[in-house]
T-cell receptor, first 113, second 112 residues
Framework: DGGITQSPKYLFRKEGQNVTLSCEQN?????MYWYRQDPGQGLRLIYY???????QKGDIAEGYSVSREKKESFPLTVTSAQKNPTAFYLC????????????FGNGTRLTVT | SQKIEQNSEALNIQEGKTATLTCNYT??????LQWYRQDPGRGPVFLLL?????KEKRKERLKVTFDTTLKQSLFHITASQPADSATYLC???????????FGRGTQLTVWP
């Protein structure tokens, strides 16, 4: 079955540590996205990539970094510079184009203490 | 400023009734609007897309309308069932926007 896999489902880290969230898709989609979801807030775009080896900042990129070395993979690193890293992180992909529906993974819940 | 507002954070209705969710926006000019369903602890799932030149779109028990004059989309679930209980998100998009913008969602509860 095609889909997007995010791992792990739950992640715990100590403050001051960098952590990398995994996102893999086998849908052959060109575009991939990272969103953050907090209670009572809409999805906020962190980074997106429309093609391999290229990515753009979203609305809340500070304290995060990404890479897109392979079409299938778009890992997100939450750095120690991110002031409020505890959140639910969602990865998505689409075939590209402005009206393409997004296919989401089931998220990683990151808790930083 | 740009805003996307979805009606009340929570909507509770009885099974069999029609649920109507609203998505209002200001200072956007979307070419299309998408609706997603999200269950607790899971990622959103795409339901429907409606373009600016379409007044209405249907899929099984779902109906979406899009009024660019009122800057509003309505999302209807007819003959609602407890299994329809979830959070529903609207998202605006288009070439001038460059990417999707999501509302905060409406949590729908359908009780027996």
């Amino acid at each position: 079955d095609g889909g997007i896999t995010q791992s792990p489902k739950y992640l715990f880290r100590k403050e001051g540590q960098n952590v990398t969230l995994s996102c893999e898709q086998n849908l052959n989609h060109d575009a991939m996205y990272w969103y953050r979801q907090d209670p009572g807030q809409g999805l906020r775009l962190i980074y997106y990539s429309q093609i391999v080896n290229d990515f753009q900042k979203g609305d809340i990129a500070e304290g995060y970094s990404v890479s897109r070395e392979k079409k299938e993979s778009f890992p997100l690193t939450v750095t120690s510079a991110q002031k409020n890293p505890t959140a639910f992180y969602l990865c998505a992909s689409s075939i590209g184009g402005h009206n393409s529906p997004l296919h989401f993974g089931n998220g990683t819940r990151l808790t930083v203490t | 400023s740009q805003k996307i507002e979805q009606n009340s954070e929570a909507l509770n209705i009885q099974e069999g009734k029609t649920a109507t969710l609203t998505c209002n926006y200001t200072n956007y000019s979307p070419a299309y609007l998408q609706w997603y369903r999200q269950d607790p602890g899971r990622g959103p799932v795409f339901l429907l897309l409606i373009r600016e030149n379409e007044k209405e779109k249907r899929k099984e028990r779902l109906k979406v309308t899009f009024d660019t004059t009122l800057k509003q989309s309505l999302f209807h679930i007819t003959a609602s069932q407890p299994a329809d209980s979830a959070t529903y998100l609207c998202a605006l998009g288009g070439s001038t926007l460059g990417r999707l913008y999501f509302g905060r969602g409406t949590q729908l509860t359908v009780w027996p």
